[in-house]
């Protein structure tokens, strides 16, 4: 394993490489995940594949975890501030399978959204057609290991003490589930890339010999 210094920009190429090099062709779809702490802001990097995927002709399906959380009433069983519940049972996992990750494959549509994770109720959102080749790219926090149909995972690393720091105080009650998501489901070595995020301006690739 060896640790290479890149530019934010080589994460998006090297991401984009991965995706387009994916095994099954320029017609089959590919369904990428980009996890990470929210301090990393994953939603950002999911953001900035767009364009260079659909530059290389490929239509894309932009997806959001927090837009497939369970119901309110599911997921807030246990108190607002349940870490093991935010670890084990926030994300509506059949409801991104069936209706967006399997959905591509096998019925050619995808759901941009399923709940709104403010107020939990449904966003009555319309299917939208996934063309031959689409890659569906989402984004989320604590989304690996989970049991989410994906092809290809890229994982935002911190230090533990990176994550704490940039942790907000009225949201230190989550990090007992970021302890036990690098302890049980250990996402460095799950994801097939993994960018190191300690230092934003600085990220560095993990690359497997």
Avoid: K
């Avoid at 935010?86 to 941009?112: A, F, H, K, M, Y």
């Avoid at 989402?138 to 989304?143: E, H, I, N, T």
């Avoid at 036990?180 to 460095?188: D, T």
């Amino acid at each position: 394993m060896r640790v290479e210094p890149v530019t934010s920009e080589g994460v998006v190429t090297h991401v984009v490489e991965q995706v387009l090099s994916h095994g099954g062709g320029a017609d089959h779809p590919v369904r990428l995940l980009v996890d990470g702490h929210p301090s990393t802001r994953p939603e950002a990097l999911a953001d900035a594949l767009v364009a260079p995927l659909r530059a290389a002709g490929r239509p894309v399906a932009r997806v959001r975890v927090r837009d497939f959380l369970r119901a309110r009433s599911v997921r807030l069983e246990r108190g607002r501030r349940d870490p093991d519940a935010l670890l084990d049972e926030w994300i509506d996992v059949g409801g991104l399978d069936r209706e967006v990750l399997r959905s591509v494959v096998e019925r050619g549509r995808w759901l941009p959204s399923l709940r709104d994770p403010d107020t939990g109720r449904s966003t009555r959102a319309p299917y939208e057609d996934a063309p031959p080749g689409t890659v569906v790219v989402l984004d989320g926090s604590l989304a690996l290991g989970r049991g989410l149909d994906v092809d290809l995972a890229v994982h935002l690393a911190l230090r533990p003490e990176t994550e704490t720091r940039r942790t907000p105080l009225d949201d230190a009650w989550t990090l007992a589930a970021y302890g036990r998501y690098r302890r049980e489901v250990r996402p460095e070595r799950r994801a097939d890339v993994v960018v190191r995020v300690d230092h934003p301006d600085r990220p560095a690739l993990v690359l497997r010999d």
